[in-house]
T-cell receptor
């Protein structure tokens, strides 16, 4: 079974530029998550989708970050404009999304973003 | 909201020794506690999890214990091997009354080094 795919794996941009990350979840997984992992810390949830609807985006800096999940499959996360503090690894994860159960989250390899 | 503290931040052991990582959580509503292993350049991978109706769970060399009263849980790795070297994260979550899984709140991680 193919895992969660992410691209690009690495990205270097200058501050105030824009950047986009792509995620393809495991086939059949209804729930998709985007996390931000700053060096030396655990992942922090940015946004959670259930199919193509947003479940939780309370920690997404909406003035500069946006995300969409068209057709309930692939997802893109965009940052515009980027700041130095956005340098981090952006992880995508997916899970089956079954109600009333504990759904294992499967993580992709992440995109390492460096903002200069 | 939930807060997860993890100790120690680094742990070095000799091959064959045991390793113990401890986490505490603040929200008594949390009822799901997974542990993830993250190798360099990869996304976190679930290695074991425990739910609040269980006090201990074991899978070969890995075990997790949960003390709901004290709000802490621990990861135990016995007979450590060099390939166990990685960063380990604990996390806490809940299944809310609506039936959907709550957000995973991660600890800051423990870098485990197993010396041959």
């Amino acid at each position: 079974e193919a895992g969660v795919a992410q691209s690009p794996r690495y990205k270097i941009i200058e501050k105030r530029q824009s950047v986009a990350f792509w995620c393809n979840p495991i086939s059949g997984h209804a729930t998709l998550y985007w996390y931000q992992q700053i060096l030396g810390q655990g992942p922090k949830l940015l946004i959670q989708f259930q199919n193509n609807g947003v479940v939780d985006d309370s920690q997404l800096p909406k003035d500069r970050f946006s995300a969409e999940r068209l057709k309930g499959v692939d997802s893109t996360l965009k940052i515009q404009p980027a700041k130095l503090e956005d340098s981090a690894v952006y992880l995508c994860a997916s899970s089956l999304g079954l109600d009333f159960s504990y759904n294992e989250q499967f993580f992709g390899p992440g995109t390492r973003l460096t903002v200069l | 909201g939930e807060n997860v503290e993890q100790h120690p931040s680094t742990l070095s052991v000799q091959e064959g020794d045991s390793a113990v990582i401890k986490c505490t959580y603040s929200d008594s509503a949390s009822n799901y506690f997974p542990w993830y292993k993250q190798e360099l350049g990869k996304g976190p991978q679930l290695i074991i999890d425990i739910r609040s109706n269980v006090g201990e769970k074991k899978d070969q060399r890995i075990a997790v214990t949960l003390n709901k009263t004290a709000k802490h849980f621990s990861l135990h790795i016995t007979e450590t091997q060099p390939e166990d070297s990685a960063v380990y994260f604990c996390a806490a979550s809940d299944v809310n009354y609506g039936g959907s899984q709550g957000n995973l709140i991660f600890g800051k991680g423990t870098k485990l080094s197993v010396k041959p």
